[in-house]
Each structure stands twice: as structure tokens, then as C-alpha cells.
């Protein structure tokens, strides 16, 4: 009975050493696991541009109007379609281009329209000169709800400067990009046409973006893989006006599409 005793007492310590030593290995674990995604943030920031136009007779010259971010051979920037001007004011010499560094010290390059998705609501930039630090492009069909993210781009835009802004965010749902309306009343020539194409899915995602995020690549925190961008318009009167009126909800459209329109040879 000693015996016994004495086996269960062991057994029990062991048992309390076991639950000490897994407390203080998370404990050791957490600081490293933010140090790592530091260091993600850090090198994901090199890629993410602004998008907008340079005029220099206007004020401020430069005008934001997106996020975008490098891929490929570092002359390939990814954006949003809608954030690409229409028309040009070429009389005056405005030029589309991106915006690279931090703050106030930034620098306007000139960029060209090399590919256009207006479906998935996507624009392939490209630029000349010196490569920017690329980011991968990761197989966003292998990618499961639950999954955490992180996006990076300018909330803000150029209010105050050019400052990265990260947020995470928790892939909520894998969603069609627009559900039919339940009566007649809710259709628009928008949803109409948005219905005549052939659906396809969108990540929904519980973390908040803003009209400057627009463009922001959605990426793995541990890796900086991109599996997505953050859209805003595409859904907007689709779905729910999840970023001009921020509700906790944003969406991205899966890098498939991304690659897709990278392996087009044309526009």
C-alpha cells in the first residue's frame, strides 16, 4: 500500500512537472513566435508600394490612390484594377507610376500597364530600373478557413506621410464574390452583370481594411508568402460595404488569379 502510494505520488509530480515545463515553453515560445513575424513584417514592407499618378503642376504632385506590391523580377507590380485612372491628363503631363519609401522621403517611378483582370479586379504593373524586393506568390488553393494572415499596406494613404500599417486577420470563409439578391427590388446593373459571369470565390477574412488598403497583400505571417489581396470595390454593393463602412469584415481574392494574369504574354 506504501508502495502504491508512493508510485501515485511520483506519478502525480511528474504529472505537475510536465504541465510547469509546457507553461514555461509557451511562455518561451511567444516572444520568439512575435520576434519571427517582426521579422516577416520587416522584410514584407521592402515590397508593398503605393499606387497613384505624379503631375508635377498640381499640389501635392503625387496622388495615392492604392497599395500594390513587387513580385516576380522586381519590376512587376500587383494592385487593384480600379485603382488604375481611366484617362490620363497627358496634356499636363500626369504619369501613373508607384511610390516607394517611408514617410516623407519618397520617390515616384514611373510604371506602364502591362496586364489588366477586371473581373478578379486586378493590374500588373511594370516598372524600369533598379528590381524592388519580390515577394512570393503561394498556391492559394491549398489554403483552409482558420488559416491566420496578415496584410500590409497604407490605410491611410499619403495622409501623413507613407507609413506601412500591418493588421492580422483569420480566414473567416471562402465565399462566392457576389450571392444573389433575394428580391428584385436589391438588383442593379452592377449585380446583374456581376451574376452573368462565372462565379468564382473569395477569401472572407475578420480583420478590418480600409479604402487605402486596397491593393495590400494578404500573406503568411511566419513565411511572407502572399496567398491574396485585399479588394475593396469588387464586393462593394456585392456583398456589403465591408471597408468604406468598416465592419470587422474584409475581403481578398485568391492569388490564382494573380498568377494567372502574370502568365499572361499580352494585355
Given at each position: 500500500?506504501?508502495?502504491?502510494?508512493?508510485?501515485?505520488?511520483?506519478?502525480?509530480?511528474?504529472?505537475?512537472?510536465?504541465?510547469?515545463?509546457?507553461?514555461?515553453?509557451?511562455?518561451?515560445?511567444?516572444?520568439?513566435?512575435?520576434?519571427?513575424?517582426?521579422?516577416?513584417?520587416?522584410?514584407?514592407?521592402?515590397?508593398?508600394?503605393?499606387?497613384?499618378?505624379?503631375?508635377?503642376?498640381?499640389?501635392?504632385?503625387?496622388?495615392?490612390?492604392?497599395?500594390?506590391?513587387?513580385?516576380?523580377?522586381?519590376?512587376?507590380?500587383?494592385?487593384?484594377?480600379?485603382?488604375?485612372?481611366?484617362?490620363?491628363?497627358?496634356?499636363?503631363?500626369?504619369?501613373?507610376?508607384?511610390?516607394?519609401?517611408?514617410?516623407?522621403?519618397?520617390?515616384?517611378?514611373?510604371?506602364?500597364?502591362?496586364?489588366?483582370?477586371?473581373?478578379?479586379?486586378?493590374?500588373?504593373?511594370?516598372?524600369?530600373?533598379?528590381?524592388?524586393?519580390?515577394?512570393?506568390?503561394?498556391?492559394?488553393?491549398?489554403?483552409?478557413?482558420?488559416?491566420?494572415?496578415?496584410?500590409?499596406?497604407?490605410?491611410?494613404?499619403?495622409?501623413?506621410?507613407?507609413?506601412?500599417?500591418?493588421?492580422?486577420?483569420?480566414?473567416?470563409?471562402?465565399?462566392?464574390?457576389?450571392?444573389?439578391?433575394?428580391?428584385?427590388?436589391?438588383?442593379?446593373?452592377?449585380?446583374?452583370a456581376q451574376l452573368q459571369k462565372s462565379?468564382?470565390?473569395?477569401?472572407?477574412?475578420?480583420?478590418?481594411?480600409?479604402?487605402?488598403?486596397?491593393?495590400?497583400?494578404?500573406?503568411?505571417?511566419?513565411?511572407?508568402?502572399?496567398?491574396?489581396?485585399?479588394?475593396?470595390?469588387?464586393?462593394?454593393?456585392?456583398?456589403?460595404?465591408?471597408?468604406?463602412s468598416p465592419s470587422g469584415i474584409s475581403?481578398?481574392?485568391?492569388?490564382?488569379?494573380?498568377?494567372?494574369?502574370?502568365?499572361?504574354?499580352?494585355?
Amino acid at each position: 500500500m506504501i508502495a502504491r502510494n508512493r508510485i501515485y505520488r511520483n506519478a502525480l509530480t511528474l504529472r505537475w512537472a510536465a504541465l510547469l515545463l509546457g507553461g514555461l515553453l509557451c511562455v518561451a515560445q511567444t516572444p520568439a513566435r512575435a520576434a519571427d513575424f517582426s521579422k516577416t513584417i520587416a522584410t514584407v514592407k521592402q515590397s508593398v508600394v503605393g499606387v497613384g499618378t505624379h503631375q508635377r503642376t498640381r499640389s501635392p504632385a503625387i496622388r495615392f490612390v492604392a497599395t500594390g506590391f513587387a513580385v516576380g523580377d522586381g519590376l512587376s507590380v500587383i494592385t487593384n484594377a480600379h485603382s488604375i485612372p481611366d484617362v490620363l491628363d497627358t496634356t499636363n503631363l500626369e504619369t501613373l507610376g508607384i511610390v516607394v519609401g517611408s514617410g516623407n522621403q519618397v520617390q515616384f517611378r514611373a510604371a506602364t500597364l502591362a496586364g489588366l483582370d477586371k473581373e478578379h479586379d486586378l493590374a500588373h504593373l511594370r516598372i524600369s530600373g533598379a528590381p524592388l524586393p519580390v515577394l512570393a506568390v503561394g498556391d492559394s488553393a491549398t489554403v483552409l478557413e482558420g488559416r491566420d494572415f496578415a496584410f500590409t499596406g497604407f490605410p491611410l494613404g499619403m495622409l501623413l506621410g507613407l507609413h506601412h500599417a500591418t493588421h492580422r486577420a483569420m480566414l473567416s470563409a471562402i465565399t462566392p464574390a457576389v450571392m444573389p439578391s433575394i428580391g428584385s427590388r436589391n438588383l442593379n446593373p452592377r449585380v446583374l452583370a456581376q451574376l452573368q459571369k462565372s462565379p468564382f470565390l473569395i477569401f472572407q477574412l475578420d480583420g478590418t481594411a480600409y479604402p487605402g488598403n486596397s491593393g495590400s497583400p494578404l500573406y503568411d505571417p511566419e513565411t511572407g508568402v502572399v496567398y491574396g489581396i485585399i479588394n475593396s470595390v469588387l464586393v462593394k454593393g456585392l456583398k456589403e460595404t465591408a471597408i468604406t463602412s468598416p465592419s470587422g469584415i474584409s475581403y481578398a481574392i485568391p492569388a490564382s488569379y494573380i498568377r494567372a494574369l502574370l502568365d499572361r504574354k499580352t494585355n
